[in-house]
């Protein structure tokens, strides 16, 4: 079992950026497809971007490409979700997850661990 915590949330300006951190509990951080999803307020929790557990593999969902960037540090148990050039309409909830390699990779329902979730608010 693997717990997560998320950080860097907050609020800022469109145009600005955030860096998100997701720090994982336990010694198989190396096993997880990470991923990060996000929840505005009214609407489902939807896909943002994952990452393999060697980090060679990425993904990401249409709204984001070329402003956020996912990736991870296996001796630090963390992932990161670099995001630039945001919009207000980036206003969300976001979670990370995780599920062993082979598991999971964009949708929501497969991942077996989750967060508490940051807020990130991104004003016009």
């Known amino acids: 079992q693997v717990q997560l915590v998320e950080s860097g949330g907050g609020l800022v300006q469109a145009g600005g950026s955030l860096r998100l951190s997701c720090a994982a509990s336990g010694r198989t951080f190396n096993s997880y497809t990470m991923g990060w999803f996000r929840q505005a307020p009214g609407k489902e929790r939807e896909f943002v971007a994952c990452i393999g557990s060697n980090g060679l593999t990425r993904s990401y969902a249409d709204s984001v490409k070329g402003r956020f960037t996912i990736s991870r540090d296996n001796a630090k148990n963390t992932m990161y979700l670099q995001m630039n050039n945001l919009k207000p309409e980036d206003t969300a909830v976001y979670y990370c997850?995780?599920?062993?390699?082979?598991?999971?990779?964009?949708?929501?329902?497969?991942?077996?661990?989750w967060g508490q979730g940051t807020q990130a608010t991104v004003s016009s």
């Open positions: 997850a995780a599920d062993y390699d082979g598991r999971a990779w964009s949708r929501s329902s497969d991942y077996a661990y």
